[in-house]
């Protein structure tokens, strides 16, 4: 929006052109959508402490956890808010890959606010059943894996990149779509599994986020996408706006959703940013780069996987509880402990992801 502004302006002062460069756009994203979060964040705050709209604890969890009873849930609306307004303002709009990704965001988002308002608003405990949570994110997923197929200019776009091993690529054909399918569906909902402590789920994403941003970047540049071998994608650059806000909303919502929180992001949020970073990575074509990065997200997924299998094959538990980061708490872990620490993985995985686009 501001971009066709600054091209109108133009003509009057040349100085207008700055803003052509997709760097300074990634930039004023993060800072926009950062101080649009903090700006919204307390209002938003005390509106969901009005309306009652608070978190339900489960009784069988970290005893730690019951004082959170209450706090303000559905603060995932604020950092989609605030992605969508500083994309919309600094993006280019005519670019597919950007209406793509703020879709699909906000379309997973939809599906999390439905499931966090039956639980929190109608007291109905079970939320939207999980078979049509499945099935609606299976619409978006596979509507987006589609999309992207049939309007792929060139089968480089629907090819697979192995990391680390430059003369081995994939072609996907139609298994194109069932990748992006799982990709899409399954990143979000890692994400919402691993969103269980104060900050542990959205500082991993801003990372992560902000990785797939330099991806972004490189890949929609020939020059740098042949001197680092990687897939040349016309337009995905103009990705590092989105990134860069949901860099700076995440980053704003963290301002509130430190230790001890303020309010929770629910799944309104979870979802959301979960299926926003496995649509980046997809049309990157850095998927598996994107399973080492999001680690964390992987292992907490994991854990219930394993945890469910492990109850109803032998009827005993690997974990004291899944996902996993309640395992550690419940080992005596505090909880400013684990989130930390969970950190600092997620840190060392992205740094090894970026380091892929070196290593071939």
């Known amino acids: 929006m501001l971009l066709l502004l600054a091209e109108y302006l133009q003509q009057f002062y040349k100085g207008f052109a700055v803003f052509q460069y997709l760097s300074l756009r990634g930039i004023l994203g993060v800072l926009t959508a950062l101080s649009l979060a ?49 994309t919309l303002l600094w993006a280019d709009l005519t670019n597919r890959y950007v209406w793509v990704v703020l879709i699909v965001t906000l379309l997973f988002g939809a599906i999390g606010w439905v499931d966090d308002y039956r639980k929190v608003i109608e007291k109905n405990s079970r939320g939207l059943p999980s078979r049509w949570k499945y099935f609606w994110q299976s619409v978006f997923g596979l509507g987006a894996a589609i999309f992207l197929y049939v309007t792929a200019p060139s089968s480089v776009e629907t090819t697979l990149l192995i990391p680390m091993l430059k003369d081995v690529t994939i072609p996907l054909g139609i298994g194109f779509v069932v990748l992006t399918y799982f990709v899409i569906v399954g990143s979000s909902n890692a ?64 301002w509130f959703n430190t230790y001890p929180a303020q309010v929770f992001m629910g799944d309104v949020g979870a979802l959301a940013l979960g299926a926003a970073l496995g649509t980046i990575a997809v049309i990157v074509r850095q998927e598996i780069v994107l399973f080492i990065m999001g680690g964390v997200f992987v292992m907490e997924t ?27 708490e419940l080992k005596g872990w505090p909880e400013p402990r684990v989130i930390v620490r969970f950190w600092i993985i997620t840190v060392i995985l992205v740094l090894i992801g970026l380091a892929t686009l070196k290593l071939r």
Not at 218 to 225: M, T, W
Not at 304 to 319: C, E, P
Request: hydrophobic fraction near 50%; charge should be positive; proline fraction near 5%.
């Open 38 to 86: 903090l700006w919204l964040g307390p209002w938003m705050i005390r509106t969901l402490q009005i309306r009652q709209i608070g978190q339900a604890v489960r009784n069988d969890g970290p005893q730690s956890h019951l004082s959170k009873s209450g706090t303000p849930t559905m603060g995932g609306a604020l950092i989609l808010s605030a992605i969508g307004i500083s």
């Open 302 to 328: 994991l854990s219930v996987v394993i945890q469910v299998a492990s109850f109803k094959l032998t009827g005993k538990r690997v974990f004291r509880m899944a996902p996993i980061h309640h395992h550690f």
């Open 191 to 254: 994400v919402n599994l691993t969103d269980g402590l104060d900050g542990l789920a959205i500082m991993p994403t801003v990372m992560v986020g902000g990785a797939l941003g330099i991806f972004c970047y490189l890949s929609g540049n020939v020059k740098f996408a042949e001197y680092l071998l990687i897939p040349y994608v016309p337009g995905a650059g103009e990705l590092i706006v989105f990134c860069g806000a949901l860099i700076g909303a995440g980053l704003g919502f963290l």
